[in-house]
Structure formats: structure tokens, C-alpha cells
């Protein structure tokens, strides 16, 4: 099985967390691509959807499905999104796809977060994949500065200018033993927005595609 299909897999069995006549928080990335195709078999049965970017916006009105402002509502019952990497706490990194400010938001909104991936994102320790940290442009290279007190080898993301109009610094090699520490921590640096640690908000149910079906961790 590829991993492409693993991430299917895992984005079809999503579906059974959609309830009938409720607005759908949509995430971003291939993983939710994947879910946005078998959302689209529902359409008829969901009042819309609330998107984290502007690709997942495009592919859910492409497919006719309704997309909702947030500010539009007062509760959101289910979050549907990947993730770059997810430890046995539920606890994520994300922001691969430099959607991780709207994600957080609409996850902050979400009573259930379900988190769809295929196996290798599953890790002991968070932080072999670089993490994502979107900027305000004037500040970048403070941050990175910042960054690097912190023993992170910050990397400006090239040619990536993100939904808000902002900049993206991957921070690799941090040691990331706590995940909950480690969001605030970057979150009091002036100039950043969003840092892509999902700790203070983790998935409340993890759908994990592998080459023996799709398992539940709850
Ligand atoms: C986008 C994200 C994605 O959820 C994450 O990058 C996983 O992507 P994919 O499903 O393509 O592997 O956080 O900002």
C-alpha cells in the first residue's frame, strides 16, 4: 500500500464523524484533500463548511460544497485535518502546507479535532520534521535570531507567502521534549503569529491509515 493510500484510507473513515446537518471544519493538505472528495458524497446531508485555507476553500466549492465564514457561526461541532507528525499525546506538529495559523484557529473553535494520517507520521518525540513558524515579514530575521537562541536552525521558507500575507521559518533541530512549554514559549517572540505546535489544543481522535486498515486511537 502506498502512502497515498494510507492517507485515503484514513480520510474516508472520517466521514463517520460527520454528523447529518452540521457545518464541517475542513483542514488543509493531501491527507484532506482526500477528505473533501468523500465529504463531497455527503454534501446533500451537511449545512457547509468551514475551510482553513484558501486550497481547501477552492476544492470545496469546486465540488459544491458550501463554505461558511466563522465568524458566521457560533459552534463547530467536528475539525478534520492531517498532520505533519502526531506523538502518542495526541499532540501535533503542523503547518507543512503554511496553513497553520487558520488551522488553529478553526481547531480552537471545534468541540472534536479528528486528526487523519497515514502511519509514518506516527512519533515518539516531536520535532524530526522542521517546525513551521509563520511571520510577520519585518520580523523575520529577529525571529530567526530568536530562533537560534533557542538551538533551532531556523530556514525562511522560499517563494511561500502564506493566506494572511505572512512568511514561513521552518525551525529545524529543536529539541521538542515539551510540546505545551515550547508553544508559549514561541507564541511571547514579537513578530510571530502562529507557531505550528498543536499542544494546547491537541486532536481528540487520531485516524491512522496503514497497510492493515485504518485503526482508532481515541
Ligand atoms: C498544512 C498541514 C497539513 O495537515 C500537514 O502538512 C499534512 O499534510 P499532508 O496531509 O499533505 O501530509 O498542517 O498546513
Redesign the pocket.
Known amino acids: 500500500m502506498t502512502q497515498d493510500e494510507m ?1 485515503r484510507d484514513a480520510a474516508w473513515a472520517a466521514l463517520e464523524f460527520v454528523s447529518e446537518d452540521s457545518i464541517v471544519g475542513v ?7 482526500h477528505f473533501i472528495d468523500a465529504l463531497a458524497t455527503i454534501k446533500h446531508t451537511l449545512r457547509g463548511a468551514v475551510s ?2 484558501e486550497q481547501s476553500t477552492a476544492k470545496l466549492k469546486q465540488l459544491g460544497i458550501e463554505v461558511l465564514d466563522l465568524n458566521e457561526i457560533s459552534e463547530l461541532s467536528v475539525y478534520i ?4 507528525e502526531i506523538n502518542d499525546q495526541k499532540q501535533m506538529i ?7 495559523t487558520r ?1 488553529k484557529i478553526v481547531a480552537a473553535v471545534a468541540k472534536t479535532f479528528v486528526c ?3 502511519s509514518t ?1 506516527q512519533v515518539n518525540v516531536l520535532g524530526k520534521f522542521p517546525l ?1 513558524i509563520e511571520v510577520i515579514p519585518m520580523a523575520s530575521s529577529y525571529v530567526s535570531r530568536e530562533l537560534q537562541k533557542l538551538g533551532a536552525t531556523p530556514v525562511l521558507r522560499q517563494g511561500v507567502v502564506t493566506d494572511n500575507g505572512n512568511l514561513i521559518i521552518d525551525a529545524h533541530d529543536l529539541q521538542i521534549a515539551d510540546a505545551l512549554a515550547l508553544e508559549q514559549q514561541l507564541n511571547n517572540i514579537v513578530g510571530v503569529v502562529t507557531n ?1 505546535l498543536f499542544a494546547r489544543r491537541p486532536a481528540d481522535i487520531v485516524l491512522v491509515g496503514s497497510s492493515n486498515g485504518t485503526s482508532i486511537l481515541k
Open positions: 492517507k483542514g488543509t493538505g493531501s491527507t484532506v484533500n482553513s485555507s485535518d492531517g498532520a505533519d503542523k503547518g507543512g502546507g503554511a496553513a497553520l488551522e487523519i494520517v497515514d507520521k513551521p505550528g
